[in-house]
Each structure stands twice: as structure tokens, then as C-alpha cells.
């Protein structure tokens, strides 16, 4: 039986994959789904590649006049002057050699290109336009005839068709969408778009865009620039389809300290750790066990008006030991409790849903040490702790909570499986309310009699 794309159930974690990852995974796909052929000529470039050995390996380089353009996660490489058309290798060769690690800046973003792609120089006439965007339960199919650098200046010559995610394709008329391309060219582009959608489906993307995507005299659709998103949170059940991949941060992306430490700790250790940081003076704390927890928890604080104020998103998971996790408890308690006397009534989340296999009494010491540690700073800051918790060995864990809770002379509640994961929430930004509310009285009463002196 069809199994819907796993963002139906859950909120969906959006990582977007490089260029030649998403190319590929269309390539190899949509032959098996949709039976349509696309040119495979496309090869990665980065800084450990020789670029005489793949020479060799794909002749076809020497061959054909080329594309280089980075692959880097930013658009606009026309327009940035980092786009090189109809070369020759030496050429493609020269231009990446005098760009490869070098800052590039970009709205105001700096970073090294790492990445280039290159690919056949296709000349064409016609430049199409065609994205699929999954929003919630519903997967949005934008199509234009007027594809190409302007197509924003122009959207209201786009079509839209909305499907419910899930359902398939077969059957929808996608004639709508077409009404601006020419009739011979229609039966090649609406297979495209089914197959394309077949593909989104199954291995469960989030966005597939095509900007633009051409058609030769032939029939042949040529994707001539992808970019793709996919469903972290679904790599579970696509571990063979998409095969070795990487979701590589975003152009720019300068680490903090805090994330750097936290990204070493993951690299060393078979759990997962992940830290972002995303509000330094955030009053809204994380420290959630499991990705699929980790995304609810955010996505509901966000739902409930609160998302400016939550200072950041990551997760522990894979039953990480006892010092691994103090060592992550400790950095995110570091972030929380920094400047306490400012920005009063900060709250920290301490959550997860059942566990299948973590041991919630190993994990919760390592937590309940790093507690200990930054006991005085927790009151300085005036902390409250929500705690919800299930799986292996939870009573024992929430018995260590309620005992520290007792030390630590903070407000904390603490929860188990007979209460919903996201209880603990709608509590907790009670009280970061009651606290803004209470210290806006307190900034006003100090304006008046300021002015009343």
C-alpha cells in the first residue's frame, strides 16, 4: 500500500542538498517511477579533486563545450558573475582553479567556494519554469512557460495545481499548467511533471525547483539548474533511495563556539548530538531527546507566538552515555544562563517523547550534573524547569529530577508518559508571559517616576 511522504505526520526538518545530489537523485529515480531518461553527464567538484584524473574518468569533459557554476546553496550565479558558459576544459579548468577557496560575498554573506558543478553547455530557445513545495498537507505544483532569471518579475504568469501530499498524481489534469506552452511541446513536459512529482513523493523532498529546465528538438527535458530539499526527519526510510548524502550548512554559516563544541562531540560519539543556536537572548530553553521531538517541540512553541523568543533547536539522541550527555547539557546551560540579570523569567524545556532504547536514568544524571553545576546561575537568572519524559528506566530519571529540583531551589514540574509530550510547553510560556508582563509593569513604574521627579 502507498505510504504518505513522512512530513504529513510530523513536522518536517528542511535540509537542503547541493546541486548534483538532487540531479542525481531525479536522475536515478524518475527512470524507475516515471521510465524518463535524463542526461547523466554531471560531475562534483571540490578542493581534494584531481582535476586531471577525472579527465580520464568522464572523456566527455574534453569533448563538449561546458557549464561551471558553484554548488553552493546560493542562487543568483549569473548575476554574481560566478557562472562560466560554453567552455572548453581548460577554461572550466582555469575557472575554478583561480575561485576554488576563495571568500565570495554575497547578500551580505561571506564564505569560501568549496563546490562547483559541471555539466554539458546545452543552447536553447525556450526556458521553463517548475517548482514543488510541500506546505503542511498539501504539495503546491508551480509551473511557467517564462522560466529563467526574471521569472519572479514575472510570477503572475505562473500556474499552480495543489494536491493533496500523498495522493497521486495519476488522473490529476495537469492541463491548466500548460496552457502557455506550445502543443507539441506539452506531452513531454506533463510526463516531466508527473515524474517529477513521483519522485518528490517517494523520497520524501520538501522542495524541488527547476529554474530553468529547457526541452530539446528531440523531446528530451534537460534539468539545466535544480535545487532540492529534503525531510531529515524521513531518512530513515530512504536510507537506500537517496543513498550517501550530506546536508551541508548554509552559505555563510558562521558557528558559534558553543555549536562548534557540540559538532565535535557528535563527530567523536555514535549518539546524536546537534546544537543551533538561534536566539542568544532567547528566553526559551531546549534540551530534547530525538529529532522527531526535537522539530514538535520548536514548531509548537512557534505555534503558540512564542518562536522569537526560543534561543535554540537541536537534540540528543542514540543513547548517548552519561558524560556526553553532561557535556551537551552543560554547553546549552552555559547559553541559557548567560547575562542573568537581564532578561528575567527564562524558561527551560526538558523533553522528549518514549523512548524506544535510551536509558532516561543514564542520560538525565549527566543532565542533573550539569544542573548542579550551574546552580547559582540558574536562580540568578530566574530559571523554571519543565521536565516531560518516558521510556527505559524513566521513573528513576524523573526521580533524579525531582530531587535535583528540590537542591537547585528553582521552580520545576516534572512530568511522565501519563501526560503528552508538549504538555510541559503551554506551562512553560505561561510563566515566560507572567515574567514579561511583571517586568514591563516594573520597566513602566521606574519611566513614571522618572518623569514625575
Same mark, same amino acid.
Given at each position: 500500500?502507498?505510504?504518505?511522504?513522512?512530513?504529513?505526520?510530523?513536522?518536517?526538518?528542511?535540509?537542503?542538498?547541493?546541486?548534483?545530489?538532487?540531479?542525481?537523485?531525479?536522475?536515478?529515480?524518475?527512470?524507475?517511477?516515471?521510465?524518463?531518461?535524463?542526461?547523466?553527464?554531471?560531475?562534483?567538484?571540490?578542493?581534494?579533486?584531481?582535476?586531471?584524473?577525472?579527465?580520464?574518468?568522464?572523456?566527455?569533459?574534453?569533448?563538449?563545450?561546458?557549464?561551471?557554476?558553484?554548488?553552493?546553496?546560493?542562487?543568483?550565479?549569473?548575476?554574481?558573475?560566478?557562472?562560466?558558459?560554453?567552455?572548453?576544459?581548460?577554461?572550466?579548468?582555469?575557472?575554478?582553479?583561480?575561485?576554488?577557496?576563495?571568500?565570495?560575498?554575497?547578500?551580505?554573506?561571506?564564505?569560501?567556494?568549496?563546490?562547483?558543478?559541471?555539466?554539458?553547455?546545452?543552447?536553447?530557445?525556450?526556458?521553463?519554469? #517548475?517548482? %514543488?513545495? &510541500?506546505?503542511?498537507? $498539501?504539495?503546491? @505544483?508551480?509551473?511557467?512557460? =517564462? /522560466? *529563467?532569471?526574471?521569472?519572479?518579475?514575472?510570477?503572475?504568469?505562473?500556474?499552480?495545481?495543489?494536491?493533496?501530499?500523498?495522493?497521486?498524481?495519476?488522473?490529476?489534469?495537469?492541463?491548466?499548467?500548460?496552457?502557455?506552452?506550445?502543443?507539441?511541446?506539452?506531452?513531454?513536459?506533463?510526463?516531466?511533471?508527473?515524474?517529477?512529482?513521483?519522485?518528490?513523493?517517494?523520497?520524501?523532498?520538501?522542495?524541488?525547483?527547476?529554474?530553468?529546465?529547457?526541452?530539446?528538438?528531440?523531446?528530451?527535458?534537460?534539468?539545466?539548474?535544480?535545487?532540492?530539499?529534503?525531510?531529515?526527519?524521513?531518512?530513515?526510510?530512504?536510507?537506500?533511495?537517496?543513498?550517501?548524502?550530506?546536508?551541508?550548512?548554509?552559505?555563510?554559516?558562521?558557528?558559534?563556539?558553543?555549536?562548534?563544541?557540540?559538532?565535535?562531540?557528535?563527530?567523536?560519539?555514535?549518539?546524536? #548530538?546537534? %546544537?543551533? &543556536?538561534?536566539?542568544? $537572548?532567547?528566553? @526559551?530553553?531546549?534540551?530534547? =531527546? /530525538? *529529532?522527531?521531538?526535537?522539530?514538535?517541540?520548536?514548531?509548537?512553541?512557534?505555534?503558540?507566538?512564542?518562536?522569537?523568543?526560543?534561543?535554540n533547536y537541536g537534540e540528543y539522541s542514540g543513547n548517548?552515555n552519561e558524560e556526553e550527555t553532561y557535556c551537551y547539557?552543560?554547553?546549552?546551560?552555559?547559553?541559557?544562563?548567560?547575562?542573568?540579570?537581564?532578561?528575567?523569567?527564562?524558561?527551560?524545556?526538558?523533553?522528549?517523547?518514549?523512548?524506544?532504547?535510551?536509558?532516561?536514568?543514564?542520560?538525565?544524571?549527566?543532565?542533573?550534573?550539569?544542573?548542579?553545576?550551574?546552580?547559582?546561575?540558574?536562580?540568578?537568572?530566574?530559571?523554571?524547569?519543565?521536565?516531560?519524559?518516558?521510556?527505559?528506566?524513566?521513573?528513576?530519571?524523573?526521580?533524579?529530577?525531582?530531587?535535583?529540583?528540590?537542591?537547585?531551589?528553582?521552580?520545576?514540574?516534572?512530568?511522565?508518559?501519563?501526560?503528552?509530550?508538549?504538555?510541559?510547553?503551554?506551562?512553560?510560556l505561561d510563566h515566560v508571559k507572567k515574567c514579561m508582563?511583571?517586568?514591563?509593569?516594573?520597566?513602566?513604574?521606574?519611566?513614571?517616576?522618572?518623569?514625575?521627579?
Amino acid at each position: 500500500p502507498h505510504v504518505p511522504p513522512f512530513s504529513v505526520f510530523c513536522e518536517m526538518a528542511r535540509k537542503k542538498v547541493r546541486e548534483f545530489v538532487a540531479k542525481r537523485l531525479l536522475r536515478q529515480h524518475i527512470q524507475r517511477l516515471a521510465n524518463i531518461k535524463l542526461d547523466d553527464r554531471s560531475v562534483q567538484v571540490d578542493q581534494d579533486t584531481h582535476l586531471s584524473r577525472i579527465l580520464g574518468k568522464f572523456p566527455w569533459l574534453g569533448e563538449t563545450k561546458l557549464v561551471v557554476k558553484p554548488d553552493m546553496l546560493f542562487g543568483q550565479r549569473g548575476k554574481s558573475g560566478l557562472l562560466l558558459l560554453d567552455a572548453d576544459i581548460k577554461m572550466a579548468t582555469a575557472f575554478m582553479q583561480e575561485r576554488m577557496g576563495k571568500d565570495v560575498t554575497l547578500k551580505n554573506l561571506t564564505g569560501p567556494v568549496t563546490h562547483f558543478l559541471v555539466e554539458p553547455f546545452i543552447p536553447h530557445e525556450h526556458e521553463y519554469y #517548475l517548482s %514543488l513545495v &510541500v506546505n503542511r498537507v $498539501t504539495v503546491h @505544483i508551480n509551473f511557467s512557460a =517564462a /522560466g *529563467g532569471v526574471e521569472v519572479e518579475e514575472n510570477w503572475d504568469k505562473v500556474k499552480r495545481c495543489t494536491l493533496t501530499a500523498g495522493d497521486s498524481i495519476d488522473g490529476v489534469d495537469l492541463s491548466g499548467l500548460l496552457v502557455d506552452v506550445p502543443m507539441g511541446s506539452r506531452p513531454p513536459l506533463e510526463a516531466f511533471i508527473r515524474g517529477c512529482y513521483r519522485v518528490f513523493e517517494e523520497l520524501d523532498f520538501t522542495m524541488m525547483e527547476f529554474n530553468p529546465f529547457t526541452i530539446d528538438d528531440k523531446g528530451n527535458v534537460i534539468p539545466l539548474d535544480m535545487r532540492g530539499e529534503l525531510d531529515e526527519d524521513a531518512a530513515f526510510r530512504n536510507k537506500a533511495k537517496w543513498g550517501e548524502i550530506e546536508f551541508p550548512e548554509a552559505f555563510g554559516r558562521v558557528f558559534t563556539e558553543e555549536e562548534k563544541f557540540v559538532r565535535g562531540l557528535d563527530e567523536k560519539s555514535g549518539a546524536s #548530538l546537534k %546544537l543551533t &543556536v538561534l536566539n542568544p $537572548t532567547g528566553r @526559551i530553553w531546549l534540551l530534547v =531527546a /530525538g *529529532g522527531g521531538a526535537s522539530v514538535i517541540y520548536a514548531d509548537t512553541v512557534a505555534d503558540l507566538g512564542m518562536g522569537h523568543e526560543l534561543g535554540n533547536y537541536g537534540e540528543y539522541s542514540g543513547n548517548p552515555n552519561e558524560e556526553e550527555t553532561y557535556c551537551y547539557a552543560k554547553t546549552v546551560l552555559g547559553l541559557a544562563t548567560r547575562n542573568p540579570h537581564a532578561r528575567k523569567g527564562r524558561v527551560l524545556l526538558i523533553g522528549g517523547g518514549v523512548a524506544n532504547f535510551t536509558d532516561i536514568a543514564k542520560t538525565f544524571k549527566g543532565i542533573v550534573h550539569a544542573l548542579k553545576e550551574y546552580k547559582e546561575k540558574l536562580r540568578e537568572c530566574g530559571m523554571a524547569i519543565y521536565v516531560r519524559r518516558a521510556g527505559p528506566n524513566y521513573k528513576a530519571g524523573l526521580d533524579l529530577m525531582r530531587d535535583v529540583g528540590k537542591q537547585l531551589g528553582v521552580p520545576m514540574e516534572v512530568y511522565g508518559p501519563e501526560y503528552a509530550m508538549t504538555c510541559i510547553i503551554p506551562k512553560a510560556l505561561d510563566h515566560v508571559k507572567k515574567c514579561m508582563d511583571a517586568q514591563g509593569r516594573f520597566v513602566y513604574t521606574q519611566q513614571r517616576e522618572r518623569r514625575s521627579r
